[in-house]
């Protein structure tokens, strides 16, 4: 199992339908409305690390109303 916390800057006003929009996104565990630099904090969890790009890419970024996003893969615990 990966996990990967995705922070993430909304267009204003946006930030509700992008939260709304991302809960429905395969493999997200989690998603936070967060105060700070970040407006979104998703946390990702997988099978593989080459799952997550494709997530990244392909569902997140191309949400409407998402301005920017910085990705943080956890190292496993063992």
């Given at each position: 199992?990966?996990?990967?916390?995705?922070?993430?800057v909304?267009n204003?006003?946006?930030?509700?339908?992008v939260?709304?929009?991302?809960r429905?996104?395969?493999?997200?565990q989690?998603?936070?409305e967060v105060?700070?630099?970040?407006?979104?904090?998703?946390?990702l969890?997988?099978?593989?690390?080459?799952?997550?790009?494709?997530?990244?890419?392909?569902?997140?970024?191309?949400?409407?109303?998402?301005?920017?996003?910085?990705?943080?893969?956890?190292?496993?615990?063992?």
């Open positions: 199992m990966v996990k990967a916390y995705v922070l993430i909304t204003p006003g946006s930030t509700r339908t939260l709304d929009h991302l429905g996104i395969p493999n997200v989690s998603v936070h105060m700070g630099p970040y407006d979104i904090v998703v946390e969890v997988t099978d593989t690390l080459t799952d997550i790009p494709p997530i990244l890419s392909d569902r997140i970024r191309t949400v409407d109303g998402i301005q920017s996003t910085t990705s943080l893969v956890a190292f496993p615990n063992e």
